[in-house]
């Protein structure tokens, strides 16, 4: 078993910056690759960034592309998700989900753990 808690959501005005974060425990952290996703109410859950168990390799959807950036600190077993530039349309419930992959994947399907959420809400 994998327990991720996601934390760092909540109002922010458009253009400005949020960053997420997930603490990970159980499993050995550094054999799952990472993603965010989210969902806005009405809508299905949709990729938003992936970075592989290394933490050296990383992708993202088109919508964020430039904007947010994935990392990792297998150390801390946590991983990050900041936001820059935020639109209203980011406003979702972001989760955090573990894959027992090395490599990074925007399929959910191969993601066995997931967090709780953390609401980010962008003003407009």
């Known amino acids: 078993q994998v327990q991720l808690v996601e934390s760092g959501g909540g109002l922010v005005q458009a253009g400005g910056s949020l960053r997420l974060s997930c603490a990970a425990s159980g499993r050995t952290f550094s054999n799952y690759a990472m993603g965010w996703f989210r969902q806005a109410p009405g809508l299905e859950r949709e990729f938003v960034a992936t970075?592989?168990?290394?933490?050296?390799?990383?992708d993202y959807a088109d919508s964020v592309t430039g904007r947010f950036t994935i990392s990792r600190d297998n150390a801390k077993n946590m991983v990050y998700l900041q936001m820059n530039s935020l639109k209203p349309e980011d406003t979702a419930v972001y989760y955090c989900?573990?894959?027992?992959?090395?490599?990074?994947?925007?399929?959910?399907?191969?993601?066995?753990?997931w967090g709780q959420g953390t609401q980010v809400t962008v003003s407009s």
């Open positions: 970075i592989s168990s290394s933490g050296g390799n990383s």
């Open positions: 989900a573990a894959a027992y992959l090395f490599i990074p994947t925007p399929r959910p399907g191969y993601y066995s753990y």
